[in-house]
């Protein structure tokens, strides 16, 4: 059974402090995406990875083929970055379904 | 463009009851899907559809059903509500074919509540 698996799932922050949430996953993913879903409940895509390194503003997601690891990092984090980050991954080719992990719910305190 | 948009907000059915979530795109995507988020689970795929007139199962489709009959709609059907089936359900969408890496656009989500 594909499985995707995240870490930690509950994460406490200070603002500033540099953030790695961390995903695993079974073998034969196409592409491997981050997502965030906000405190009222939205969900947003982040990222759509399949090799190296993405960046977006202070967000950096990078993954790892051999290992089937993929990370997630938040620099300088600030409160407004407190959310749910959710890991999902394609199986099956550009066509096949998202798995999604648990989420991994991040609190950034001023 | 609206995005993904999904009615109502909020539904409360008692058991037995049927009823039928809305879910509507203006971005003519042909990939569309239902999933539900329960506490501790990971979002799960109940229905989707790969175009209008094509529909599958996903890993939770028992007492759900779907239809598409337009690239822009995709209702998802409660045809007899259990309390098992309290849920907050989101509907996305994205685009198939050739395009390798698809982003997954999501509507607001709809809170149900079988009592």
Redesign the interface.
């Known amino acids: 059974k594909n499985e995707v698996e995240q870490s930690p799932q509950n994460l406490t922050a200070q603002e500033g402090e540099f953030i790695t949430i961390n995903c695993s996953y079974s073998v034969g993913i196409s592409a491997l995406h981050w997502l965030q879903q906000h405190p009222g409940g939205g969900i947003v895509s982040l990222f759509m990875l399949s090799s190296g390194k993405k960046k977006h503003g202070r967000l950096i997601a990078t993954i790892n083929i051999q290992e089937k690891h993929s990370s997630l990092h938040i620099t300088a984090s600030h409160p407004r970055d407190s959310a749910v980050y959710i890991c999902a991954a394609r199986y099956g080719g550009s066509q096949g379904n998202l798995i999604f992990g648990k989420g991994t719910k991040l609190s950034v305190k001023p | 463009n609206a995005g993904v948009t999904q009615t109502p907000k909020f539904q409360v059915l008692k058991t037995g009851q049927s009823m039928t979530l809305q879910c509507a795109q203006d971005m003519n995507h042909e990939?569309m899907?239902w999933?539900r988020q329960d506490p501790?689970?990971?979002?799960?795929?109940i229905h989707?559809s790969?175009g209008a007139g094509i529909t599958d199962q996903?890993e939770v489709p028992n007492g759900y059903n779907v239809s598409r009959s337009t690239t822009e709609d995709f209702p998802l059907r409660l045809l007899s509500a259990a309390p098992s089936q309290t849920s907050?359900y989101?509907c996305?969408s994205s685009y198939?074919g050739l395009?390798?890496?698809?982003?997954?656009?999501?509507g607001?989500?709809t809170?149900l509540t079988v009592l």
Do not use: H, K
Request: glycine content about 14%; hydrophobic content about 35%.
């Open positions: 990939y899907s999933y501790g689970m990971g979002l799960r795929l989707y790969v996903g907050v989101f996305a198939s395009v390798t890496y698809n982003e997954q656009f999501f607001p989500g809170r």
